[in-house]
């Protein structure tokens, strides 16, 4: 069984949308160094303005 994290513990990057730091997810686990937007919102949003 896998050791568990607080979350404090957990990897965070800064979304390229709204630049505000988000936290790992779990349905995130498997595809996480390409995740750049901390929502479906803020990665919408990115293709509109571009």
Request: net charge positive; charged share 40%.
């Amino acid at each position: 069984m896998a050791k568990m994290r607080k979350k404090g513990d957990l990897p965070s990057k800064i979304c390229a949308e709204c630049e505000l730091p988000f936290n790992w997810r779990k349905k995130w686990e498997r595809d996480w160094d390409n995740v750049q937007y901390c929502s479906e919102r803020c990665r919408r949003s990115s293709k509109q303005s571009a």
